[in-house]
Nanobody, 123 residues
Framework: QVQLVESGGGLVQAGGSLRLSCAAS????????MGWFRQAPGKEREFAAA???????YYADSVKGRFTISRDNVKSTVYLQMNSLKPEDTAVYYC?????????????????WGQGTQVTVSS
């Protein structure tokens, strides 16, 4: 079992930055691929960014060049640095862990989910 706890959400003005953190329990964090997904009101959950066990990253086109995903296997934590935020980035952001070293853009490939953290970007 893996438990995920997100933090770092909040209210920010357009153009600002936030860094989300996701702390994972368990001793095999380094073997998991990790992902960040987001869900805006009235919309389906969508992929934002993912990172493999070896550090290979992949981004949705909507966040590429503005968001950076990284991981610290010693601290069992994955991060999402979000820069140049836009009002359309407003959503609940979820951290997810996949029992597979390779990342995926599909939410159904992930086995564990955090409770989510709200990010609100004002215009």
């Amino acid at each position: 079992q893996v438990q995920l706890v997100e933090s770092g959400g909040g209210l920010v003005q357009a153009g600002g930055s936030l860094r989300l953190s996701c702390a994972a329990s368990g001793r095999t964090f380094s073997r998991y691929a990790m992902g960040w997904f987001r869900q805006a009101p009235g919309k389906e959950r969508e992929f934002a960014a993912a990172i493999s066990w070896s550090g290979i990253t992949y981004y949705a086109d909507s966040v590429k060049g503005r968001f950076t995903i990284s991981r610290d296997n010693v601290k069992s934590t994955v991060y999402l640095q979000m820069n140049s935020l836009k009002p359309e980035d407003t959503a609940v952001y979820y951290c997810a862990a996949r029992s597979n070293p390779l990342y995926s853009v599909n939410s159904y490939d992930y086995d564990y989910w955090g409770q989510g953290t709200q990010v609100t970007v004002s215009s």
